[in-house]
Protein backbone atom coordinates (compact mmCIF):
# COMPACT_ATOMS: atom_id res chain seq x y z
CA UNK A 1 0.00 0.00 0.00
CA UNK A 2 1.78 3.41 -1.00
CA UNK A 3 1.55 5.94 1.54
CA UNK A 4 0.39 8.65 -0.15
CA UNK A 5 -1.90 8.60 -3.70
CA UNK A 6 -2.10 11.14 -6.33
CA UNK A 7 -4.20 11.28 -9.74
CA UNK A 8 -1.89 11.41 -12.15
CA UNK A 9 -3.71 13.04 -14.50
CA UNK A 10 -3.27 15.30 -16.11
CA UNK A 11 -5.69 17.95 -15.16
CA UNK A 12 -6.82 20.49 -17.37
CA UNK A 13 -8.24 23.54 -16.65
CA UNK A 14 -8.82 26.76 -18.30
CA UNK A 15 -7.49 30.43 -17.64
CA UNK A 16 -8.58 31.94 -14.74
CA UNK A 17 -11.26 28.74 -13.04
CA UNK A 18 -10.16 27.25 -10.11
CA UNK A 19 -7.60 23.69 -10.22
CA UNK A 20 -7.90 21.46 -8.03
CA UNK A 21 -5.46 18.99 -6.95
CA UNK A 22 -6.15 15.94 -4.72
CA UNK A 23 -4.09 13.55 -2.07
CA UNK A 24 -4.34 10.89 0.44
CA UNK A 25 -2.76 9.03 2.67
CA UNK A 26 -2.58 5.51 4.64
CA UNK A 27 -1.37 6.24 7.57
CA UNK A 28 -3.42 8.03 10.32
CA UNK A 29 -0.18 9.03 12.12
CA UNK A 30 0.95 11.55 8.73
CA UNK A 31 1.76 14.38 10.91
CA UNK A 32 2.68 17.05 8.38
CA UNK A 33 1.75 17.84 4.91
CA UNK A 34 3.54 19.65 1.51
CA UNK A 35 2.94 20.67 -1.25
CA UNK A 36 5.51 20.88 -4.07
CA UNK A 37 5.53 22.26 -7.40
CA UNK A 38 7.62 21.38 -10.10
CA UNK A 39 8.14 22.29 -13.51
CA UNK A 40 9.34 20.46 -16.22
CA UNK A 41 13.41 19.55 -16.20
CA UNK A 42 13.08 21.83 -12.58
CA UNK A 43 13.52 20.22 -9.07
CA UNK A 44 10.63 20.60 -6.88
CA UNK A 45 9.48 24.03 -5.22
CA UNK A 46 7.59 24.26 -1.92
CA UNK A 47 4.59 25.98 -2.03
CA UNK A 48 2.66 25.23 0.64
CA UNK A 49 2.29 22.92 4.26
CA UNK A 50 -0.04 22.41 6.44
CA UNK A 51 -0.10 20.84 9.56
CA UNK A 52 -3.93 21.32 11.57
CA UNK A 53 -6.92 20.44 10.17
CA UNK A 54 -8.91 23.08 8.30
CA UNK A 55 -7.84 25.28 5.28
CA UNK A 56 -5.24 27.44 4.82
CA UNK A 57 -5.11 30.22 2.24
CA UNK A 58 -1.60 31.66 0.62
CA UNK A 59 -2.35 33.72 -2.25
CA UNK A 60 -4.29 32.00 -5.04
CA UNK A 61 -3.55 29.11 -3.24
CA UNK A 62 -5.74 27.18 -0.71
CA UNK A 63 -4.32 23.73 1.05
CA UNK A 64 -7.02 21.49 2.83
CA UNK A 65 -6.46 19.15 5.22
CA UNK A 66 -9.26 16.36 6.66
CA UNK A 67 -7.42 14.33 8.89
CA UNK A 68 -10.56 12.24 9.23
CA UNK A 69 -10.55 11.32 5.67
CA UNK A 70 -6.82 10.72 4.98
CA UNK A 71 -7.19 13.71 2.57
CA UNK A 72 -5.33 16.68 1.41
CA UNK A 73 -5.89 19.39 -1.48
CA UNK A 74 -4.80 21.90 -3.33
CA UNK A 75 -7.10 24.67 -4.15
CA UNK A 76 -5.58 27.12 -6.66
CA UNK A 77 -7.75 29.94 -7.45
CA UNK A 78 -7.83 31.90 -11.31
CA UNK A 79 -5.52 29.52 -12.43
CA UNK A 80 -2.80 30.73 -15.19
CA UNK A 81 -0.58 28.95 -17.78
CA UNK A 82 2.01 29.44 -15.56
CA UNK A 83 0.67 27.45 -12.81
CA UNK A 84 1.26 24.64 -15.35
CA UNK A 85 3.50 21.96 -13.93
CA UNK A 86 3.26 18.83 -11.85
CA UNK A 87 2.26 19.24 -8.13
CA UNK A 88 3.63 16.73 -5.57
CA UNK A 89 2.07 16.05 -2.19
CA UNK A 90 3.80 14.79 0.37
CA UNK A 91 3.24 14.00 4.31
CA UNK A 92 5.60 13.85 7.10
CA UNK A 93 5.59 10.71 9.24
CA UNK A 94 7.74 9.62 12.08
CA UNK A 95 8.06 5.46 12.89
CA UNK A 96 9.99 5.99 15.42
CA UNK A 97 13.34 5.90 13.91
CA UNK A 98 16.05 8.25 13.91
CA UNK A 99 14.41 10.86 11.58
CA UNK A 100 10.66 11.44 9.99
CA UNK A 101 10.68 11.94 6.64
CA UNK A 102 8.34 12.46 3.56
CA UNK A 103 6.63 10.54 1.93
CA UNK A 104 5.85 11.98 -1.80
CA UNK A 105 3.18 11.12 -4.52
CA UNK A 106 4.09 10.51 -7.73
CA UNK A 107 2.26 14.42 -8.68
CA UNK A 108 -0.63 15.18 -10.48
CA UNK A 109 0.22 16.73 -14.03
CA UNK A 110 -1.83 19.98 -14.39
CA UNK A 111 -2.29 21.83 -17.75
CA UNK A 112 -3.87 25.86 -17.77
CA UNK A 113 -4.74 26.30 -21.19
CA UNK A 114 -5.33 30.49 -22.85
CA UNK B 1 18.77 33.72 3.45
CA UNK B 2 19.47 29.47 2.65
CA UNK B 3 20.45 28.59 -0.43
CA UNK B 4 21.31 25.15 -1.70
CA UNK B 5 24.20 24.49 -4.61
CA UNK B 6 23.71 20.82 -6.56
CA UNK B 7 26.57 20.17 -8.91
CA UNK B 8 27.24 19.06 -12.14
CA UNK B 9 23.78 20.51 -13.26
CA UNK B 10 24.42 17.71 -15.86
CA UNK B 11 26.39 14.56 -16.36
CA UNK B 12 26.86 11.66 -19.19
CA UNK B 13 28.77 8.81 -18.02
CA UNK B 14 29.56 5.25 -18.88
CA UNK B 15 27.97 2.48 -17.39
CA UNK B 16 31.04 0.93 -14.71
CA UNK B 17 32.88 4.55 -14.47
CA UNK B 18 32.49 6.11 -10.63
CA UNK B 19 30.32 8.96 -9.59
CA UNK B 20 30.41 12.06 -7.63
CA UNK B 21 27.61 14.42 -7.13
CA UNK B 22 28.26 17.31 -4.60
CA UNK B 23 25.80 19.34 -2.22
CA UNK B 24 25.64 22.34 -0.30
CA UNK B 25 23.62 24.30 1.84
CA UNK B 26 24.48 28.04 2.93
CA UNK B 27 22.87 30.32 5.53
CA UNK B 28 21.75 27.38 7.94
CA UNK B 29 23.70 25.11 10.63
CA UNK B 30 23.42 21.43 11.46
CA UNK B 31 20.54 20.90 8.45
CA UNK B 32 19.23 17.36 8.37
CA UNK B 33 20.21 16.55 4.52
CA UNK B 34 19.08 13.99 1.77
CA UNK B 35 19.33 12.48 -1.18
CA UNK B 36 16.61 11.98 -3.48
CA UNK B 37 16.41 10.38 -6.87
CA UNK B 38 13.49 10.56 -9.54
CA UNK B 39 13.66 8.29 -12.63
CA UNK B 40 11.57 9.68 -15.85
CA UNK B 41 7.53 9.31 -15.35
CA UNK B 42 8.63 7.93 -11.68
CA UNK B 43 8.19 9.23 -8.15
CA UNK B 44 10.62 10.49 -5.90
CA UNK B 45 12.59 7.75 -4.03
CA UNK B 46 14.55 8.78 -1.00
CA UNK B 47 18.09 7.23 -1.41
CA UNK B 48 20.00 8.37 1.56
CA UNK B 49 19.72 11.14 4.45
CA UNK B 50 22.24 12.78 7.06
CA UNK B 51 21.13 14.03 10.92
CA UNK B 52 25.33 15.32 11.17
CA UNK B 53 29.00 15.33 9.77
CA UNK B 54 29.94 11.49 9.19
CA UNK B 55 26.10 10.41 10.12
CA UNK B 56 24.30 8.48 7.07
CA UNK B 57 21.38 6.03 6.74
CA UNK B 58 20.30 4.45 4.12
CA UNK B 59 16.75 3.92 2.20
CA UNK B 60 17.62 1.45 -0.27
CA UNK B 61 20.10 -1.16 -0.91
CA UNK B 62 22.20 -0.48 -4.46
CA UNK B 63 25.67 0.57 -5.73
CA UNK B 64 25.18 4.46 -4.81
CA UNK B 65 26.65 5.72 -0.83
CA UNK B 66 26.74 8.77 0.72
CA UNK B 67 28.87 10.30 3.06
CA UNK B 68 28.95 14.24 5.24
CA UNK B 69 32.42 15.48 5.40
CA UNK B 70 31.37 19.14 6.39
CA UNK B 71 28.04 20.33 8.12
CA UNK B 72 26.63 21.46 5.13
CA UNK B 73 28.08 19.50 2.19
CA UNK B 74 26.36 16.27 1.06
CA UNK B 75 28.43 13.84 -1.41
CA UNK B 76 26.70 11.32 -3.61
CA UNK B 77 28.89 8.41 -4.87
CA UNK B 78 29.19 5.58 -7.05
CA UNK B 79 31.72 3.11 -7.81
CA UNK B 80 30.63 1.78 -10.55
CA UNK B 81 27.25 3.17 -12.55
CA UNK B 82 24.53 1.28 -13.83
CA UNK B 83 22.47 2.34 -16.89
CA UNK B 84 19.85 1.65 -13.83
CA UNK B 85 21.20 5.10 -11.99
CA UNK B 86 20.42 7.05 -14.79
CA UNK B 87 18.11 9.88 -13.05
CA UNK B 88 17.40 13.29 -12.00
CA UNK B 89 19.22 13.20 -8.41
CA UNK B 90 18.09 16.25 -5.90
CA UNK B 91 19.45 16.89 -2.66
CA UNK B 92 17.20 18.64 -0.04
CA UNK B 93 17.79 20.43 3.55
CA UNK B 94 15.82 20.22 6.43
CA UNK B 95 16.19 22.69 9.34
CA UNK B 96 15.85 20.06 11.87
CA UNK B 97 13.84 18.76 14.92
CA UNK B 98 10.49 20.28 14.95
CA UNK B 99 10.53 21.56 11.23
CA UNK B 100 9.41 19.41 8.63
CA UNK B 101 9.63 21.52 5.47
CA UNK B 102 12.38 20.02 2.96
CA UNK B 103 14.06 22.40 0.06
CA UNK B 104 15.41 20.79 -2.82
CA UNK B 105 18.52 22.11 -4.63
CA UNK B 106 18.56 22.33 -8.15
CA UNK B 107 19.16 19.04 -9.07
CA UNK B 108 21.86 16.76 -11.39
CA UNK B 109 20.48 14.86 -14.12
CA UNK B 110 22.72 11.98 -14.94
CA UNK B 111 23.00 9.73 -17.91
CA UNK B 112 24.35 7.09 -18.12
CA UNK B 113 25.23 5.18 -20.99
Known amino acids: QKEVEQNSGPLSVPEGAIASLNCTYS??????FFWYRQYSGKSPELIMF????GDKEDGRFTAQLNKASQYVSLLIRDSQPSDSATYLC??????????????FGRGTQLTVWP | SQTIHQWPATLVQPVGSPLSLECTVE??????LYWYRQAAGRGLQLLFY??????ISSEVPQNLSASRPQDRQFILSSKKLLLSDSGFYLC????????????FGPGTRLTVT
Open chain 1, 50 to 53: IYSN
Open chain 2, 50 to 55: SVGIGQ
Open chain 1, 27 to 32: DRGSQS
Open chain 1, 90 to 103: AVYLDRGSTLGRLY
Open chain 2, 92 to 103: AWQRGLGSYEQY
Open chain 2, 27 to 32: GTSNPN
